[in-house]
């Protein structure tokens, strides 16, 4: 015969209490737990190289002349490296860069270049759907490099001995001097420029002494507020999207915040149409790729437009414009010390010996535009 258990109603309502308790703690424990949750994530151990243009030292060697070669500008003075400096932190530090004949570019900041590799689409708008395809775009920009022609770059390689040997080397070949080898080889170079080992890598890896009190809070404070619904994934710009796809965010989102308003004022943050050159659609208006927070802390000035010169206002405006919140300066100071432990260890590079024209020059027509610059002036 089954036994029954009664349990008298004064217990039966300390249990049910009980079990509330218990219930009530392990959801605020998990959501404590969720909230405490580092943003992000380790640096990527590799980075993705395309099948159609592996790596090999050769080719690395041979793009990493190219991007220091300022024989493949009009003027013959502009390199890659002229406006994304691989001796600093892989971008010119102005808001805006200066190109071939002391030309001005389009009201857009230079990104760096390091861990561009990891960029799943490139430029501001994402109009480039890889490294190789972005090397193309400052090449032939009248005001970039300004380039008239991509039989026009490869004209002037064929006519460089050195070239002539390493692009046979590399690619092999009738004809081993093309624009799409060109572009490859600088790809190639610019998927080596990659900055891991930051203290924030270092702390996901077990070293809980690698962030400060300010730096753990301000790890908090970017997940509570929201900042990693944007900046997500392990380089803190999506949610890993495979390459070519694009993870973008309209800026400013909430301009009729008061705050975020003022901020717009001043550094003329909706001046610029984003993604909307690209597609001409009405909802890319003022839509830009989101940009990546490593290294922020040494990638000043700020934003599309290089209108600001401090990560702390940076950090402001953000809250301001995306989130429509604003931070006191407690929570922009823990902020700030968060995005420094996301600067990891630039890579030392040297200048590479660049191939030499004996009795020759490549740049005979170089002469006449400096003269028909002076003469404008």
Known sequence: ??????????????????????????????????????????????VPVPADNPMTPRKIHLGKQLYFDPRLSLSGDVSCDTCHNVAGNGSDGLP???????????????????NSAFNTVQFWDGRAKSLEDQAKGPLLNPIEMGMPSSGAIVKRLAGIPGYRREFARVFGGKTPITFEHVVQAIATYERTLVTPDS????????????????????????SDLGCASCHAGAMFDNPGLPMGTGWF???PMIPTN??????????????????????????????????????????????????????????????ACQLGKTLTGLQTTNIVA???????KFPVETMPRLPETPDSTSLMQVAKLQQNRRQLN
């Open 258 to 319: 008061p705050t975020c308003a003022t901020y717009v004022r001043e550094y003329h943050l909706a001046d610029d149409p984003g993604r909307f050159d690209v597609t001409h659609k009405q909802s890319d208006e003022h839509v830009f790729k989101v940009p990546s927070l490593r290294n922020v802390a040494v990638l000043a000035p700020y934003f599309q437009n290089g209108s600001v010169g401090s990560l702390r206002t940076a950090v402001r405006v953000m809250a």
């Open 199 to 222: 203290p924030y890598d270092r702390y996901l890896k077990g070293d809980k002494n690698a962030l400060d009190k300010s730096a753990k809070q301000g790890m908090h404070e970017v």
């Open 1 to 46: 015969m089954r036994r029954q258990y009664l349990v008298h109603a004064p217990i039966r309502r300390k249990m049910i209490a009980l079990y509330a308790v218990l219930i009530t703690g392990a959801i605020m424990a998990g959501l404590q737990a969720a909230s405490a949750a580092p943003p992000g994530g380790e640096f990527p151990s590799k």
């Open 249 to 251: 965010r309209k800026f």
């Open 338 to 344: 968060f995005l420094n432990s996301l600067t990891g």
């Open 96 to 114: 805006l860069s200066f190109g071939v004949l002391g030309r001005v570019d389009r009201p857009r900041h230079a990104p760096t270049v390091f």
